[in-house]
Nanobody, 117 residues
Framework: QVQLVESGGGLVQPGGSLRLSCVAS????????MGWYRQAPGKQRELVAV???????NYADSVKGRFTISRDNAKNTVDLQMNSLKPEDTAVYYC???????????WGQGTQVTVSS
């Protein structure tokens, strides 16, 4: 079973940038669709961005033009570059690996992102 470890969260001022990284164990990373989700206090977990096995990307409307998801299959990593951060981006960010046909839906432990002055 794949395991995911996130890093890169922290405290940043509005307008600043952060880069989140997720490292996956195992040798078949390139067979998973990968995503970043977030959950703010009192709210449901929501999709931020996904990148498929083929490299196609999709973003939540709230982050389009500000966030960029990328993957490096040689390093088993998926990153989320977050620019022009807003206070409403404050949440715990989770990495996800999925392959519906295999019944795979794995989550990392999450990393806190706080946007505040």
């Amino acid at each position: 079973q794949v395991q995911l470890v996130e890093s890169g969260g922290g405290l940043v001022q509005p307008g600043g940038s952060l880069r989140l990284s997720c490292v996956a164990s195992g040798s078949i990373f390139n067979m998973y669709d990968m995503g970043w989700y977030r959950q703010a206090p009192g709210k449901q977990r929501e999709l931020v961005a996904v990148i498929t096995r083929g490299g196609s990307t999709n973003y939540a409307d709230s982050v389009k033009g500000r966030f960029t998801i990328s993957r490096d299959n040689a390093k088993n990593t998926v990153d989320l570059q977050m620019n022009s951060l807003k206070p409403e981006d404050t949440a715990v960010y989770y990495c996800n690996a999925g392959r519906a046909a295999w019944g795979i839906n794995v989550w990392g432990q999450g990393t806190q992102v706080t946007v505040s002055s």
